[in-house]
């Protein structure tokens, strides 16, 4: 079985993924594959650890935010509560 026709066949069983773009550097011997949604990261990976000649399979990691990034975020993007005292507060969150 060819190569394309296993990434074809890939690609057709997973309908969620959308490869954007494969890029091949043939002097180096690599291929660049930009994943969409990244939730199929660790199945892509197998998938392609399957076909005969990989040799090493690197993803770069995102980056993780300390707790003062994401508060800063939440605060940006309105996740903020106001109230008067604890019992308001567990009111607002809870319902």
């Known amino acids: 079985m060819a190569v394309s026709e296993i990434v074809r066949i890939f690609a057709d ?6 490869i954007m773009q494969v890029a091949t550097m043939p002097s180096e011997g690599q291929i660049l594959v930009n994943i969409e949604d990244m939730s199929k990261l660790k199945d892509i990976k197998r ?8 040799g090493k399979i690197t993803a770069p990691r995102r980056k993780r935010y ?19 005292d604890v019992d308001d507060l567990f009111k607002q969150c809870l319902g």
């Open 66 to 84: 300390s707790s003062y990034e994401r508060s800063l975020r939440d605060l940006d993007e309105g996740r903020v509560y106001e109230a008067k």
């Open 13 to 18: 069983e997973l309908k969620t993924i959308q």
């Open 47 to 54: 998938a392609i650890s399957m076909l005969k000649g990989v």
